[in-house]
């Protein structure tokens, strides 16, 4: 393990109480804290309420360990696609590195960039990978491949959209989709 990542514990152990604290206040109802009547009010109260809604599927012990087990089985192919892509390119990096890749990219694609972070994507691979001592050229060629792949299948799925004449709409009126198998 890198030594920054041992130092950085301390502050990983505090993030993670926060958010455990949070959690469980938000699992405690759709209203966990009071705030006072002012216009900051009307921007964080709908946010809240919509952010208590979402963890309201927690409250049952079945629905919420089902979000588990998928959350843990996304996360789990993130990582793997990043390790799959680093022993593709025959780095000598531990899996650990997967995971600092999907983190680092986690965090720093949530902010605001341009369309399809690019750019961003790439330099944040550079950064994770700088960490474990690959050269920026072979980091910035992973990163570029990574983001291919990533965006590969929202590429796929536009273009299913375009040929099937499909628009969001379509799902944003909960009229689902009824399409007619292909003919061959």
């Keep these: 393990m890198p030594h920054w990542a041992g130092a950085a514990l301390p502050s990983l152990i505090v993030i993670a109480a926060c958010l455990v604290l949070a959690w469980l206040a938000l699992w405690r109802g759709p209203r966990p804290w009071r705030w006072p009547n002012h216009r900051l009010t009307a921007l964080v109260r709908p946010r809240m309420a919509a952010v208590a809604q979402g963890f309201a599927a927690l409250r049952n012990g079945r629905s919420g360990a089902e979000l588990l087990a998928l959350s843990v089985a996304v996360w789990f192919t993130s990582v793997?696609?990043?390790?799959?892509?680093?022993?593709?390119?025959?780095?000598?990096?531990?899996?650990?590195?997967?995971?600092?890749?999907?983190?680092?990219?986690?965090?720093?694609?949530?902010?605001?960039?341009?369309?399809?972070?690019?750019?961003?994507?790439?330099?944040?691979?550079?950064?994770?990978?700088?960490?474990?001592?690959?050269?920026?050229?072979?980091?910035?060629?992973?990163?570029?491949?990574?983001h291919a792949i990533v965006l590969l299948p929202t590429f796929i799925g536009a273009w299913l959209f375009w040929e099937r004449g499909l628009s969001l709409v379509h799902f944003s009126r909960n009229e689902g989709l009824h399409l007619e198998p292909p003919t061959t």
């Design 80 to 146: 793997l696609n990043n390790y799959l892509l680093i022993r593709a390119f025959n780095l000598e990096v531990p899996w650990l590195a997967a995971a600092v890749v999907l983190l680092i990219l986690q965090v720093g694609i949530s902010l605001p960039s341009a369309p399809a972070t690019l750019g961003l994507f790439e330099y944040l691979v550079v950064l994770a990978l700088s960490l474990f001592g690959v050269d920026d050229n072979t980091a910035l060629s992973y990163g570029l491949l990574l």
